[in-house]
């Protein structure tokens, strides 16, 4: 095995738009690709172990999405929901013009993955799509059912405002790179919710966890975003621009996949206590509404915890119904990274679905 088959290198490219995107590439030689694409207040480093386990029959690429890591800091139109993000990286793959490539997003990741399988040209083949705890397909907050139907017309509880408003301490922590853990919001506590509860993250995790955090680029164009007053609980609706207000329902939207005349197979991968992506996640506004958290709340009928684990179990249903197959992986006890917390089960099922 050479070098350069088990060692990322740290390659750029100036796309298009003038946006300078900084990726982690691991070649073999291959005509294939698989492309991992990291979530939210993350980067290309959080693949970094995984990386060199990918089968040699592939080259490995892992960019940092505009605003993150190395990337260049340029804003993010949420009008487009994840299409910024995804533009970026179907134009850096289709720069390295392999014959096919396969798809794995994290988190955020997964949406983004999915824009592009709905936005990829002729050149750029999507042979497999891998989601690892994604994002519903109807965005994070303010939907009320399997359907993604939004429990106010201004699509309030979504978007950045959920973190302005309500959690601005992390915000300044963010900017002030602050390594504490004598707050609930200090970044540190907050990486912590990516895994389950009883998963003792080490000292090199934390670390590569917070420089990861502290790459984001912070502000109303990319993270989190702006927002807008509502009327309605929690008093808060998405802006146009950022970060969470790309993954607002309001324009997130991704039901085209259901209509693409060719679907690849798409392996869902989740971990049993995720945390973040659930049913009953301790970010949805509703579920700290429900605790009393949040004055105002208008009751479960309202505006009830965002059922996103039935959300994503729906939509992957429907396109399977549509002459698209997926397979569904619950990886048992971990949380919000399986691939870092339970690394064997979880590449014994990434490698034998990418082949």
């Known amino acids: 095995m050479s070098v350069s088959s088990t060692v990322p290198e740290v390659r750029r490219l100036k796309l298009s738009s003038g946006l300078e995107l900084s990726f982690r590439f691991l070649s073999r030689g291959s005509r294939r690709a698989v492309v991992l694409v990291h979530g939210n207040l993350s980067s290309s480093l959080i693949w970094e172990d995984l990386m060199p386990g990918v089968p040699e029959v592939f080259d490995v690429v892992a960019p940092d999405l505009r605003g993150f890591g190395d990337s260049g800091r340029m804003p993010v139109d949420a009008t487009r929901g994840l299409g910024d993000f995804a533009t970026d990286v179907l134009e850096l793959l289709a ?18 993955v999915l ?9 750029v083949k999507v042979e497999k799509v891998v989601l ?20 106010y017309d201004d699509y309030a509880g979504s978007g950045a405002g959920l973190v302005v408003k309500y959690n601005p301490d992390f915000i300044k922590f963010l900017k002030a790179r602050y390594t504490g853990t004598d707050h609930p919001s200090a970044p540190a506590n907050v990486a912590r919710t990516f895994f389950a509860d009883d998963y003792v993250v080490s000292e090199n995790l ?4 917070l420089e990861m955090l502290f790459s984001a680029e912070v502000g109303e164009g990319n993270y989190p975003g702006d927002y807008v007053e509502s009327p309605n609980w929690p008093y808060v609706a998405p802006g146009s621009r950022g970060v969470l207000n790309a993954m607002s329902p309001k324009y997130l939207r991704l039901r085209g996949i259901l209509n693409l005349a060719s679907k690849p197979p798409i392996l869902w991968i989740h971990g049993t206590k995720d945390m973040i992506v659930s049913d009953n996640s301790p970010l949805d506004i509703a579920v700290l509404g429900l605790a009393g958290y949040i004055p105002g709340y208008p009751g ?18 429907e396109y399977a119904s549509r002459s698209g197959t997926y397979e569904r992986v619950f990886i048992e006890g971990a949380g919000h990274t399986p691939f870092i917390e339970k690394p064997k ?5 990434f490698t034998d679905f990418i082949g």
């Not at 720069?95 to 949406?111: A, Q």
């Not at 934390?206 to 966890?209: E, Q, S």
């Not at 089960?345 to 099922?349: D, L, P, Q, V």
Request: proline content about 11%; glycine content about 10%; overall charge neutral.
């Open 300 to 317: 479960p009928d309202k505006f009830p915890p965002q059922p996103m684990i039935r959300q994503i179990r729906s939509f992957l249903d």
């Open 95 to 112: 720069s390295l013009r392999y014959d096919s490539y396969v798809l794995v997003g994290h988190s955020m990741g997964g949406g983004v």
């Open 345 to 349: 089960e979880f590449m014994r099922k």
């Open 115 to 123: 824009q592009a399988l709905l936005e990829a040209p002729r050149s």
């Open 206 to 209: 934390m670390d590569k966890l």
């Open 132 to 151: 690892v705890d994604p994002v519903s397909p109807y965005g994070f907050g303010g939907t009320k059912d399997e359907f993604g139907t939004p429990c």
